[in-house]
Each structure stands twice: as C-alpha cells, then as structure tokens.
C-alpha cells in the first residue's frame, strides 16, 4: 500500500515563500505523474501542479504558474512544490498525489479522479 506524506505547511506572509515536500512510501512511484492540490475552506479541492514521472513535463494551474515550482527527486521517492510570491488566496490544505503508472515519461494529468493515492494534507496559511 502507497502511503503519501506532505510536509512543510505553515503560516507565512504575503509575499513569502514556502517549500512542502512529498514523502512517497510502500513501493516506487518512479513510473507515476505526481501532482498537487489543494482545497481552502468552502471550496472544492483543485489542481495545483503536475509532473511527469521523467520529471521533464510539467504543468501547471494559471493562478500558480511564475510563482509555484514543481520537482522531483524519483532516487529519493519524492515531490516537491516550491511556492513563492505567495498570495493570501493560496491558503488552503495541499494534497500530493500519485497518478497512475503509465509508460510514457511525459504523461501529465490534471484531473482529480485519475489519481489513486493522495497523503493527508498539510497547511498553507498565507497572511496579507
């Protein structure tokens, strides 16, 4: 069984920069897409990042892209979204989650359901 934990939430200001990581473990997931998202109270949970598992394609939801930056170190079972010039309409609980094994080193998914394993979440507080 996969397990998925995300670390390195907290509380920051605007403007401010965090890193969350994402600790893979139970089996490789060097042959998964990994994405990330995120859901602020009230809303519905929504795409975030994505990468391939070759790590050369990435993508990215408009409200993110120039600020947040998507990795992953496949050696050490782990993604990595690094946010900066963070805003405070990207408070919310972020998720990782691992896509399906697929053959193509460039597979991208944005799509919530195509995702079978998520970790628990962690806190993003970003204060104007």
Do not use: H
Not at 66 to 91: C, H, W
Not at 95 to 110: D, E, R
Request: charged letters at 15%.
């Amino acid at each position: 069984q996969v397990q998925l934990v995300e670390s390195g939430g907290g509380l920051v200001q605007a403007g401010g920069s965090l890193r969350l990581s994402c600790a893979a473990s139970g089996r490789t997931l060097s042959r998964n897409p990994m994405g990330w998202f995120r859901q602020a109270p009230g809303k519905e949970r929504e795409f975030v990042a994505v990468i391939s598992w070759s790590g050369g394609n990435t993508n990215y939801a408009d409200s993110v892209k120039g600020r947040f930056t998507i990795s992953r170190d496949n050696a050490k079972n782990t993604v990595y979204l690094q946010m900066n010039s963070l805003k405070p309409e990207d408070t919310a609980v972020y998720y990782c989650a691992a896509g399906p094994t697929t053959y193509s080193g460039s597979y991208l998914t944005s799509g919530l359901r195509e995702y079978d394993y998520w970790g628990q979440g962690t806190q993003v507080t970003v204060s104007s």
